[in-house]
């Protein structure tokens, strides 16, 4: 079974410095048909406004993944981890047993713009753990590449769940065919631009969750950024 969530059916909120649309129920923000997918918690779609950010906040037991689309975000964390992501950086922060962080944009005429993504941990109580790698645009282009996996697997970020999650981009004349297999689910969230899944046109902020499905096959793109989260049934 496939279902599609349209860009504009997302939760959204606009606090002036900060723009942000919901994939599922998050903060002010609720829906009960949109809770999660699996695992997969949330995917905020943030645009945040030069000079600006998310002050020092604390989390527990949860995966949360940061994917820079545009522009240059600054991380601060109670681990003493201090960076800078942009584009094709992906990080990783495994809260466990409670972390405290802050997001900042210091450009001053620049928005960064990023998908924050949690993904519900299968075990609780761990140490909180970061890691950060980069993923150059080749290695996305009219491929999958594995961006984080529970075993760290081809240079991917580790994440405490047995979950996968690709990104790609594709552009005219790229096709990817994407096996699922039995007792798996994928959700798929198209970053920019748009392609064609299963024969479905999907634009920039839309989503399919695949269900009982053998095969999702993705092309007659235009230079679409897409993510793909292979999930446990």
Excluded: C
């Amino acid at each position: 079974m496939l279902t599609v969530r349209k860009s504009n059916d997302r939760g959204f909120a606009d606090h002036g410095w900060l723009q942000s649309f919901h994939s599922f129920s998050f903060s002010d923000y609720y829906d009960p048909a949109h809770m999660g997918f699996g695992p997969l918690r949330v995917i905020n779609e943030d645009r945040v406004a030069p000079g600006q950010g998310f002050g020092t906040h604390g989390h527990r037991d949860m995966e949360i993944i940061s994917y820079v689309l545009d522009g240059a975000l600054e991380h601060k964390d109670s681990m003493g981890n201090g960076s800078v992501l942009h584009y094709g950086d992906v990080q990783r922060m495994s809260a466990g047993t409670g972390v405290r962080h802050s997001e900042f944009n210091h450009s001053p005429s620049a928005p960064v713009h990023f998908l924050q993504i949690w993904i519900e941990p299968d075990v609780k109580g761990i140490a909180p753990g970061y890691e950060e790698k980069t993923f150059a645009q080749e290695s996305r282009q009219g491929r999958l590449q594995l961006i984080a996996s529970p075993d760290g697997r081809d240079g991917s970020v580790l994440i405490h769940q047995d979950a996968a999650v690709y990104a790609s981009i594709l552009g005219a004349g790229d096709g990817i065919d994407y096996p699922v297999a039995s007792g798996r689910k994928v959700y798929l969230h198209v970053a920019t631009e748009h392609l064609v899944v299963n024969g479905i046109v999907l634009a920039a902020g839309d989503a399919l969750m695949a269900s009982d499905e053998k095969l999702l096959s993705l092309g007659q793109a235009a230079q679409a950024e897409v993510l793909l989260f292979d999930l446990p049934d």
